[in-house]
């Protein structure tokens, strides 16, 4: 199984920008589908970005055009850019090995602790 280790959270403004940081244990990395999830205070865990295995990438409609993921196999590495950051991204963000299903992404499988972003006003 894969260990996930995420990094880079943190508070940042209104329309600011963090980068986050997901590093991977184990030989099999480049043929896991990778995703971020984020879970809010109070709210469900919702997926925000995938990076497949096959090298298509996949975003949930409210980060479109603001949040970019990014993997590195080389380095067992996968990240998300979040730019124009806005007060509703503040979530605790997890980095997760996943699959596409016909109901969405599947999160039974690894996970990382999670790292919390908060974005004030």
């Known amino acids: 199984q894969i260990q996930l280790v995420e990094s880079g959270g943190g508070l940042v403004q209104a329309g600011g920008s963090l980068r986050l940081s997901c590093r991977a244990s184990?030989?099999?990395?480049?043929?896991?589908?990778m995703a971020w999830f984020r879970q809010a205070p109070g709210k469900e865990r919702e997926f925000v970005a995938a990076f497949t295995w096959s090298g298509s990438t996949y975003y949930a409609d409210s980060v479109k055009g603001r949040f970019t993921i990014s993997r590195d196999n080389a380095k067992n590495t996968v990240a998300l850019q979040m730019n124009s950051l806005k007060i509703e991204d503040t979530a605790v963000y997890y980095c997760?090995?996943?699959?596409?299903?016909?109901?969405?992404?599947?999160?039974?499988?690894?996970w990382g602790q999670g790292t919390q972003v908060t974005v004030s006003s």
């Open positions: 997760a090995t996943t699959f596409r299903k016909a109901t969405g992404w599947d999160t039974s499988r690894s």
């Open positions: 184990g030989r099999t990395f480049s043929s896991n589908t």
